[in-house]
């Protein structure tokens, strides 16, 4: 399923912010349960602030099914009123090899963790293919599938 609910962590009396739902979609919010190779896509992470707080970082991990950080993206840290919010990382350039990748997510003031979420939240990257680049020959040979800029030269 590409729609992950959270309940409000009831062992957690006076969290300032947590999360509600994560959705894995396309840039234009089709849901998308596999990602062909080179489609963009976006994961946008929905949660809840309780009360006024300041320098709040929204954080998106991908681990890769060696758990091996593959990874992270988060916002810089920003002021927020109480109020539900969307944080969304959209992917229009990082063309990912075909798996299943471990989705995480935090939230944290400074250097304190208020919410850590890593369990069963995974996207799925298929072998169909949207998009590949002309100079990609295989979809299989590494994490990561773009090309460097480079130039061969007479020495």
């Known amino acids: 399923t590409p729609e992950y609910y959270f309940d409000y962590p009831a062992n957690q009396t006076g969290l300032q912010a947590f999360t509600t739902k994560l959705t894995i979609s396309g840039i234009n919010n089709e849901p998308l349960s596999e990602i062909p190779i080179g489609k963009p896509w976006k994961v946008t992470i929905d949660f ?14 991908m681990v890769n099914s060696f758990e091996t950080p593959i990874r992270t993206c988060w916002n810089l840290p920003r002021d927020f009123a109480p109020g539900n919010y969307k944080a969304c990382f959209e992917e229009d350039k990082i063309v990912f090899t075909p798996g299943r990748y471990r989705l995480l997510v935090g939230l944290s003031i400074g250097n304190i963790t208020i919410q850590y979420l890593d369990k069963d939240m995974f996207m799925h990257i298929s072998d169909a293919v949207e998009h590949q680049d002309n100079s990609v020959i295989q979809n299989t040979n590494g994490v990561l599938l773009n090309q460097m800029k480079m130039y061969v030269e007479q020495a």
């Open 48 to 61: 809840t602030v309780k009360e006024h707080i300041k320098g709040l970082v929204v954080g998106l991990g």
